[in-house]
Structures are given as structure tokens and as C-alpha cells.
């Protein structure tokens, strides 16, 4: 089985920047995916970054040039770099883990933008 923890959510002012971190463990080298989403109240939750086992990325529209997924030296860690933050990125931030057995995840990060 694989666990993942998200961390490094919080308050910023708007045009700010953030550092988000997912970190696996556990069965690890079952993951194919890991999935970057976030939820707005009362919206439906969004995948904003992909990054596969091979390393392809991928950005949904309204993020893309703003924030970076990245996975870290242990392999294990996978980044999400926020910068020129909007007060629209304002949600829960989730990480998701596509594996052998079916789709993990955590149990997220609170992001506030204030404008």
C-alpha cells in the first residue's frame, strides 16, 4: 500500500509563491502517476499537474507557466511550485498517486490567496 502526506499549504498575499510537497511511501514503486488536484468550495476537484513514472508533465490550462511539478532527489517527494499566485488558486490541494492497484490520496493542504 502507499501513503501520501501533503505539506506546505498556507496563507499568501497574492502574486506570492508556494512550495508544495507529496510525499510517498510505503509501496512505492507501484506508482505510475502522481497527480497534482486542488477543490474550491463548492467546486469540483481539478488535476493541475501530472508528472509520470517517465517523468512527462503536463499542466491544465490555467496554471501552466505558473506553477512546476518536480519530483525530488529520493524519488519518493514530488514538488508543486506556485508562483504569481491568484486569489482564484485559492483550494484544498491534493496529491494523488496512480498505482498498480488503484488511485491514493492524501489528505491535503490548505492554500488561501488573499487578494
Known amino acids: 500500500q502507499v501513503q501520501l502526506v501533503e505539506s506546505g499549504g498556507g496563507l499568501v498575499h497574492a502574486g506570492g509563491s508556494l512550495r508544495l510537497s507529496c510525499a510517498a511511501s510505503?509501496?512505492?514503486?507501484?506508482?505510475?502517476?502522481i497527480d497534482w488536484y486542488r477543490q474550491a468550495p463548492g467546486e469540483q476537484r481539478e488535476r493541475v499537474a501530472r508528472?509520470?513514472?517517465?517523468?512527462?508533465?503536463d499542466y491544465t490550462d490555467s496554471v501552466r507557466g505558473r506553477f512546476t511539478i518536480s519530483r525530488g532527489n529520493d524519488k519518493n517527494t514530488v514538488y508543486l511550485q506556485m508562483n504569481s499566485l491568484k486569489p482564484e488558486d485559492t483550494a484544498v490541494y491534493y496529491c494523488?498517486?496512480?498505482?498498480?492497484?488503484?488511485?491514493?490520496w492524501g489528505p491535503g493542504t490548505q492554500v488561501t490567496v488573499s487578494s
Open positions: 508528472i509520470t513514472k517517465g517523468d512527462s508533465i
Open positions: 494523488a498517486a496512480i498505482t498498480l492497484r488503484g488511485t491514493l
Open positions: 510505503g509501496s512505492t514503486r507501484t506508482i505510475l502517476t
